[in-house]
């Protein structure tokens, strides 16, 4: 399918993980990617052109206002407008309660939910001067949906996301532009590697992998996720067949969580 020729994308995290799967997705049914993370994009952004696909690498800092404006610009420049803009760049770190410093906590709110709503803002603002409308597609998490141990601030980011999601999509739905969320389990990416670790060190005598492993157990499907299973659900809430679907917040999960 092709379903978004001709389309400018901007993703941010999109460098690696699960940013980088939903960048090959669009790029494969056509779409022109900006790939946008904190860290240099190059690695995907060629990738993606050795497949046949379009795509320019942007580094900027979501939690600077500055920086948003300057990354849709050049999104912009090197494709037109912004019509699909996946707000993907997150962190984390885990602590115990006492453990956890006021500098962890303002930095993963303001990376998770102050970066989402900046490239929200600046994406709307975009789409309503072009008139088009457009899709804004928000990562949340399973932790949207329940809180796990030692990660407070991180399910905190994560439930404002859902907030953010509903609020915006109530404003912008009559032009056209419709607002989503997903929320990802356990999904095979360089975080997931660094949550077995860190969690497994404070849960019990964990080797690496083994905590992941029981987690994987409670998935009815039976297996953890791949971020192209997390892609072919972005992919379908920016396509054409997702148009009456707006405020939602979608599992990813293999069934983890059932609400």
């Given amino acids: 399918m ?5 389309k400018t994308v901007v993703i941010t995290g999109g460098s690696r993980g699960i940013g980088a799967a939903i960048a090959f997705r669009f790029a494969r049914e056509g779409a022109k990617v900006m790939v946008s993370a904190n860290e240099d994009a190059g690695t995907t952004v060629a990738a993606i ?20 404006v300057a990354l849709y610009d050049a999104a912009r420049d090197a494709f037109g407008e912004v019509d699909i803009s996946v ?7 885990i602590a115990k309660v006492e453990d956890l410093t006021l500098e962890e906590w303002r930095r993963v709110l303001d990376v998770n939910t ?20 457009g899709r804004l597609i928000n990562t949340a998490s399973g932790q949207a949906r329940q809180g796990f141990i030692y990660t407070p601030h991180y399910a ?3 439930f404002a996301v859902v907030g953010i999601t509903q609020s915006l999509a109530k404003e912008v739905a009559r032009e056209a532009i419709t607002v989503n969320a997903f929320c990802p389990g356990i999904i095979e990416t ?3 590697a660094y949550n077995d670790e860190a969690w497994g060190k404070l849960m019990g005598d964990y080797k690496p992998g083994e905590l992941m492993a029981e987690w994987v157990k409670g998935i009815p499907v039976g297996r953890a996720g791949k971020g ?12 054409d067949d997702a148009s009456y679907i707006t405020g939602q917040t979608v599992n990813v999960d293999g069934g983890l969580f059932m609400s």
């Fill in 228 to 239: 192209e299973d997390v892609a072919g659900l972005v992919a379908f809430l920016a396509s």
């Fill in 156 to 158: 905190a980011s994560k």
């Fill in 2 to 6: 092709r379903r978004f020729e001709d």
């Fill in 87 to 93: 707000q993907n760049a997150g962190v984390i770190t």
């Fill in 114 to 133: 102050t970066g989402v709503f900046l490239c929200c803002q600046e994406a709307i603002a975009r789409m309503r001067r072009h008139g088009r409308g």
């Fill in 49 to 68: 052109r050795s497949a046949g696909g379009t795509a320019e690498s942007f580094v900027a800092d979501v939690t600077d206002k500055d920086n948003v």
């Fill in 190 to 192: 360089d975080m997931w």
